[in-house]
């Protein structure tokens, strides 16, 4: 179970000065259930994904995972380091978790099709590579809770099946947060499903209320 008490966050930008993205954001995510959130560009989203993963701390306001291990955020290049290769960043997490570095390895490969651009330094990848090397060594780790932040618009058709036999699998033992603007993929992989709007955090048990709520926006 993922607990998040009245969170709030604020940035500061040279247009507005300081913005409060979020405010007193209050949910539970059980772990048997998976949470889809959708909002406007800008609504803060990827703030709260964030703020979620652990690489950002709340104005006030507390998370707590309850010793849940969460993935990085998932459809960017969120924990991957440029300067290695594909493969020296397969290995890096794998010390990291402790995992069997050759098992993994072979997974990504065959997983993020990425060829010959394994053993290129990574900063030499386009975005959507980036984000097939991220999401395949995040499908290789066994975590709790997956956190996607559109990262099912890394790849095509038949990269997107593969996800899903992926996720078909780890769903016994697993589940997600979603940022999406896609309903087919709300509908497909999430229980239920929040909007953020004016950075407040509302909750719909049935997922065609919020995106009722969504397209009104």
């Known amino acids: 179970m993922i607990e998040i008490k009245n969170v709030t966050k604020s940035y500061f930008t040279r ?13 539970v995510i059980p ?6 959130v959708l909002g406007r560009n800008g609504a803060g989203k990827t703030t709260l994904m964030r703020l979620i993963a652990g690489m950002d701390i709340p104005d006030s306001g507390s998370i707590k995972t309850h ?4 993935s990085w955020p998932l459809g960017g290049s969120t924990g991957i380091h440029g300067s ?16 069997d570095v050759e098992e993994k390895i072979a ?12 053993d290129l330094p990574v900063k030499t990848f386009s975005k959507g590579m980036k984000s097939r090397l991220g999401f ?7 975590f709790d809770t997956y956190l996607v932040d559109e990262g099912f618009s890394a790849g095509d058709y038949r990269f997107l099946r593969k996800t899903e036999k992926v996720f ?12 999406s603007h896609n309903p087919a993929i709300m509908k497909k992989y999430c229980d239920y499903a929040g909007v953020l709007v004016d950075g407040k955090l509302e909750i719909f048990d049935n997922i065609k209320d919020a995106l009722s709520l969504y397209y009104s926006l």
């Open 15 to 27: 247009r507005f000065g300081w913005t409060k993205v979020l405010k007193g954001i209050n949910v």
């Open 84 to 99: 290695l290769t594909g493969r020296e960043n397969v290995k890096f997490v794998c010390r990291l978790y402790d995992c």
């Open 107 to 118: 997974f990504v490969e065959d997983f993020a099709e990425l060829g010959t651009y394994m």
């Open 31 to 36: 772990r048997n259930k998976s949470l889809g």
């Open 168 to 179: 078909k699998m780890k769903k016994d033992h697993a589940n997600m947060i979603v940022v």
């Open 67 to 70: 010793g849940l291990r969460l």
């Open 136 to 142: 395949g060594i995040s499908m290789a780790m066994d």
